[in-house]
């Protein structure tokens, strides 16, 4: 057998480098320049090819690590990669990309090194593992007399990046340089694949579901599912059934992320095919073996999903907005759309932004979510919640708000109606129909009334008195803050854990509340992941009073001075000062025995956990960051608590009096735009207002 390359003699061009580094190609040549002497040079090149420089790997990536630059985590793995696709071998880059990931995933299943096996034990284990040869055993034997040597690779890029799993990943972020058709032209943006896996995860009550996907090739959402999934559960999943290299590497992919796997229905998902278990379709359009459907073909494989579903079966599809929402210009299409929103089981519509497909950037997607009809409603009664995101941008707080419309539009009728939704709304089924489209209508042209000078005149008199007031008393009231310096405590801080075992807190589970009965009004303010996590303003959902006593006997208040926290679908922590709310699972209750006696004071331990972001998820990992057991919980002299206490009272009132005076300088400015902008109000020159007709 030949020996191929190490990493450590793999030569490495600028564009290499620039790849590597996730970085522009100019931005190689001005490290080279910037950093030309002194301590720690850019690497001086190993060889020169024509006019083309080559530089030692190894060195050019102990380097960027050493000055912290460029945008990539996962140099070493890539690195790797790298040399074993150039391993100028015989070998096709597609056979060298199907072995490697083979051998991460029998690494994966086999938990062991992969080096201190020769050949025959691994064509031996790979066997064993994969006897009908439905994902590996072909791939791993075509790699023939330099199976050991990629083997050797393989470990390598498992170690660089601590799992089997994390090194497949690196690989899988490579198919855009490796301009792989099959696995680049339907790969979805990262906010796409997470908006679809949380608000399926979401939607998953049941252990025993079945996760469906039934393209043949797909893996990415499953992936990202299973990145919010917990991490020691055991995911069933089904997929279409195919012999082609890109469904082979979706198999490999899940079993390296602990998917258990089932297997279709006899005569797989293409016609009428029976699913009697509990199960969640999760799939999407383009598919890497549907690139080409039309909006016909698409809704033909949704009708076909739709008309097998049973009570205990739910849908999240993601597919091109021409397809779910936009007004058809195909007859065929624009039937079997129209039975798909008849059938009742279309709950939610979402348009997306564009650029969630990065190889179509110009292409709007839309999400579909689909449940069980509810026989109860009459077919005048049906209807669907649409919202338009067109404009919106996917971060955390748009996502929890669309997980929150989702699960609202799951309820009864009667739930539904009364709502108020955070995205999208209510309209019926009808209405839709009559349209020809899933979006939500424009807003009629209301005629304004004739803009009244005098009484907007009147209300910026009011406001400029309510402002210099507010602003006066901000002004006077000087803030009274001595400090002492003295040396930083060198000791460590107490754990959440320890102090719980002291008892001088304790973590209570949040209240687990049907959604249906959280509403917007009156009643005893709700704190849920939505409020932690900055969507909503504390007090904004409520949930009535006698109803929180009927249905939820054993529901829990909080007192004053509990810190309501959640790890889940984000990390995030607020102090409930006035306490007697209802927090709502997954938040969590963090309560503290006795202030005074414990030295420990809420407001500062909210602050300290959000500046060091300890429940937060790094980036690519499964789970949350520490469980609250090993948060460090700042603490303090109980006879400082009083003074700490009042100063926090304090600079909290000057925040809430300072909102006061910009929402009250917010209205000023608003009103007197839109008086000057109808010609209905003029600006004095003293600046002084007069309320009188100019």
Known sequence: MRDIDRTSTLLLTKPDIAALAKVQRPVVSMWAKRYRDGDRPFPRPVSTEGRQEKFSGTEVVDWIRSRNLGNSDTLVEDLALHAALD?????????????????????????????????????????????????????????????????????????AAYTPAQAFESMMAQRFRLQRADLVDSALAAPA????????????????????????????????????????????????????????????????????????PEGGFGGGFVLDEPAMFLTQYPSPCGVGMTDTQVLADIDNIVLQMGPEHRAVIIAPASALVDELGDRQADGIRSGL????????????????????PGLSMALWVLGAADPAVKPADRWTVLADLSAVELDDAAVVGVIADVTASMGTYKSVRARAFRHGAVYETAALLATGALTPPQPKRVRRPRFDGAEAAGRIVELVDATNLRAGGLLDGNLNLRVEYREAGGGPMPTAGQLAESKDLKVLPGNRIDESDIEIGEGVRVIGAEEVLGGRRVGERVIDRLTLTTRYPSGRYTEPGDLVFCTS?????????????VVVSPARIMRIADPASSGLVPELIARHLLAKGVGARPSGAIRSGHAWKGWEIPRISPDRVPAVTGVLHDLRERRRAATELLDNLDRLTNTLIDGVAHGALTVAGDTETHPERG
């Not at 519509?349 to 190889?359: C, I, K, M, S, T």
């Open 87 to 159: 391993h100028g071998s015989a070998l096709s880059r597609d056979i060298v990309f199907n072995g490697i990931s083979a051998l991460l995933c029998m690494k994966a299943m086999l938990g062991e090194s992969l080096a201190d096996l020769d050949a025959r034990d691994l064509l031996d284990e790979a066997d064993e593992l994969d006897p009908d040869d439905e994902f590996l055993y072909g791939e791993i034997e075509s790699l023939g007399g330099e199976l050991g040597a990629f083997a050797s690779f393989a470990d390598q890029m498992a170690d």
């Open 193 to 264: 694949l997470e908006l679809c896996a949380r608000v399926c995860a979401a939607l998953t009550a049941d252990d025993r579901a079945v996760f469906v996907d039934p393209s043949a090739a797909g893996s990415d959402l499953l992936v990202a599912l299973r990145n919010v999934l917990p991490e020691y559960g055991e995911p069933m999943a089904m997929t279409g059934e195919a012999t082609t290299a890109a469904s082979r590497l979706a198999r490999r992919r899940l079993a390296v992320h602990h998917w258990r796997r089932r297997r279709a």
């Open 341 to 360: 929103v008849r059938s009742d089981r279309l709950r939610a519509v979402f348009r997306l932004p564009e650029g969630l497909l990065p190889a179509r």
């Open 569 to 581: 679908p984000g990390f995030g922590v607020v102090v409930d000062v006035e306490g007697m709310s």
